[in-house]
């Protein structure tokens, strides 16, 4: 079994910053794709950012030039740093990872609970 716990939600003024991280633990061989999540009240769950294990990176266009997704796979841990906030990211964000298990080597995906950001006009 896998978890994934997040931290570094809260509430912030437009145009600040703040950082998330995600990390994964439990029966872990490797993990592939890891990612960030959001959904709004009322929205669906959208993508955020994504990152490879080889740091392929990938952004919606509505948080390029203002979030930066990392990992450290060492760690087995996903970090988003997100600068120059508006209302609109308010949101759940939520990590998910694509795990290779021990000692099966079976894929599966997982979510982490979430953590509410939310930014003040």
């Known amino acids: 079994q896998v978890q994934l716990v997040e931290s570094g939600g809260g509430l912030v003024q437009a145009g600040e910053s703040l950082s998330l991280s995600c990390a994964a633990s439990?029966?872990?061989?490797?993990?592939?794709?890891m990612a960030w999540y959001r959904q709004a009240p009322g929205k669906q769950r959208e993508l955020v950012a994504s990152?490879?294990?080889?740091?392929?990176?990938n952004y919606a266009d509505s948080v390029k030039g203002r979030f930066t997704v990392s990992r450290d796979n060492a760690k087995n841990t996903i970090y988003l740093e997100m600068n120059s906030l508006k209302p609109e990211d308010t949101a759940v964000y939520y990590c998910?990872?694509?795990?290779?298990?021990?000692?099966?080597?079976?894929?599966?995906?997982?979510w982490g609970q979430g953590t509410q950001v939310t930014v003040s006009s």
């Open positions: 998910n990872a694509d795990v290779v298990l021990l000692p099966t080597l079976a894929s599966r995906n997982y």
């Open positions: 990152i490879t294990s080889n740091s392929i990176l």
């Open positions: 439990g029966s872990i061989f490797r993990i592939n794709a």
